[in-house]
């Protein structure tokens, strides 16, 4: 199998495997709304497509993506087209309302929106349409993918757009509180960046105290399971010659990469670039310790650091990087206490409370993992090549 280039967008017929997690989420949505979250590149958007492609029996799946949509106006607007487009919209009253703005604003730009009799207008119009998919008896998901990353931008512009953006949370959440019990109509909520870290800015910074999703399934979407990576390596494996030893190089890759596709992509990409055309479990060795220190591949295995270096607080911030620093020394799982007496060894600036609060952010932001022994909080890298990465190019 040829690979185009790691990470790129991917046809359905190309995403493999996640049928254990596809099941799961079209189960919950027969009665509820998913908040859906994983840390970057660990294959959201990938399922989504695949829940689309094949929805469950009696399902229509629209994908939405927000990521640069800058007001709840283009927002909607965007959403009625598409809509419209996948023909779940029929009979609108704002169809000439969408033909007017089509044929008017042509290359629309959405930085400076402000139609005329529109502006304002779009929490009725996205009532309206939410309403029309409910009445309409068909069962539909909405998957809003980054939506948390388009809020985030909203918040960063200024205190308008601030409060734009908790007010279409706070409309999603009535609508569906409106809708969710006596019809079809589900949203998907997708993001890198979770939710929390965004409605903690709101709450800090705006004063927010609305709860927009809870009332919705928090879904977490991790690595592969054995047999979907198994699956993966060997779709990327056909037209390899016989004389690969397929076993042993799976069982590698999968070590290797902890089951993140990416990753399993990442690596067969290397053997394509580099004229491997028999890989060995050496050359899986190989592609990783090159990669992992190599700045020029330094993005395929820097979220982590991006995330904590554009989301976090100063002083979370530094707490973050001192922990990790000291977690990726070992793969093993430290004690809390042992971290706490570790970073007072490097400074004594920071409170119990803060690296406390701190590592239950690193936690929840799937950065590291948190393991209960003997009635004690302990933590490690969740990811064992972000560990390594890490430690050489960052502690
Ligand atoms: N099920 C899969 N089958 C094949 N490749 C996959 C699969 N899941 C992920 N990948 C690979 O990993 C890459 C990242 O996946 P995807 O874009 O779905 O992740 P994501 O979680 O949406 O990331 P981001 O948070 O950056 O949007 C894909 O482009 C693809 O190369
Ligand atoms: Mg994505």
Redesign the pocket.
């Given at each position: 199998m040829t690979i185009a280039s790691?990470?790129?967008?991917?046809k359905p017929e190309?995403?493999?495997?996640?049928k254990t997690e596809m099941e799961q989420y079209w189960r919950i949505l027969e009665k509820q709304s998913i908040m859906l979250s994983?840390v970057?590149?660990?294959?959201?958007?990938?399922i989504l497509r695949k829940m689309c492609a094949n929805p469950a029996e009696g399902w229509i799946g629209v994908e939405y993506f927000v990521q640069g949509k800058t007001c709840p106006e283009e927002f909607t607007y965007d959403l009625v087209k598409i809509l419209q487009d996948q023909s779940v919209l029929k009979k609108t009253k704002w169809k000439s309302f969408s033909q007017w703005a089509e044929k008017n604003l042509g290359d629309k730009d959405f930085g400076s929106f402000k139609i005329p009799g529109f502006a304002g207008k779009w929490k009725e119009l996205l009532t309206d349409i939410i309403k029309e998919v409910a009445e309409s008896k068909s069962k539909v998901v909405i998957m809003i993918d980054e939506l948390p990353l388009m809020l985030w931008e909203l918040q960063m512009k200024g205190k308008e757009e601030a409060e734009s953006a908790m007010e279409l949370l706070n409309t999603l959440r009535t609508l569906r509180e409106t809708y969710e019990a006596d019809s079809h109509v589900r949203f998907i909520f997708c993001g890198?960046i979770g939710m929390n870290l965004v409605l903690q800015k709101f709450k800090k910074d705006f004063g927010y105290m609305g709860q927009p999703i809870n009332n919705m399934a928090k879904e977490i979407?991790l690595a592969m399971n054995d047999l979907d990576g198994k699956e993966?390596c060997e779709y990327f494996l056909e037209g390899y010659p016989e004389e690969v030893d397929q076993e042993s190089l799976i069982s590698s890759l999968l070590q290797a990469t902890d089951n993140i596709?990416?990753y399993i992509?990442m690596a067969f990409g290397y053997f394509e670039k580099n004229f491997i055309d028999s890989p060995t479990v050496e050359d899986v060795k190989t592609v990783f310790e090159k990669t992992l220190n190599d700045t020029t591949e330094s993005d395929q295995y820097s979220h982590f650091s991006e995330r904590i270096d554009t989301y976090y607080q100063e002083d979370e911030r530094k707490v973050a990087y001192h922990i990790l620093n000291f977690l990726c020394q070992s793969e093993s799982l430290k004690p809390e206490q042992e971290i706490i007496n570790y970073i007072n060894t490097q400074s004594s600036d920071f409170e119990e409370k803060t690296i406390k609060d701190t590592l239950k952010k690193l936690w929840e932001d799937l950065c590291i993992e948190r393991v209960i022994l003997d009635d004690t909080r302990h933590y490690k890298f969740r990811f064992n090549l972000i560990r390594r990465w890490w430690k050489i190019n960052k502690a």
């Open positions: 790691h990470g790129s967008t991917k190309d995403i493999i495997g996640r994983s970057r590149r660990m294959g959201k958007t990938c890198s979407v993966l596709p990416f992509e």
